[in-house]
């Protein structure tokens, strides 16, 4: 699996705010990605629901195999970290992006 697959998730699923009580279907985050990227895709998310550096959690039963992020902070932190920080996202969350900037540079 590569680097960028895992940021790409994590950038998709913070620019589409699935954080908290908005979650999503698997497949349908999965479905976001090309499709030559799909099958790699459904491994990264498997990988942080199983315990990765990220919260991803899994919500639901059944059949709606529904995950969400639990806060941005730790997505932001992890793109920081991975090379994976985007104009949108810089953007988006600019406070929680300062936040771990502050923590990681002092400022």
Known sequence: MTQNIR???????LNNRVI????KQ?????????SDEQSEAKEV???????GEVPLYEYGG???????????????EYLYLH???TI?????????YDAVVE???GG
Do not use: C, M
């Open 20 to 23: 908290g009580s908005h979650k």
């Open 83 to 85: 090379d994976g920080i």
């Open 45 to 51: 998310i498997e990988e942080f629901v199983r315990g």
């Open 88 to 96: 949108t996202v810089k953007t988006k969350y600019k406070t929680k």
């Open 62 to 76: 059944g059949g709606r195999n529904n995950i969400h992020l639990d806060n941005a902070y730790d997505a932001i």
């Open 7 to 13: 940021n790409k998730l994590l950038q998709k699923l």
């Open 26 to 34: 698997k497949s349908t985050v999965v479905s976001w990605f090309p």
């Open 103 to 105: 923590d990681y540079e």
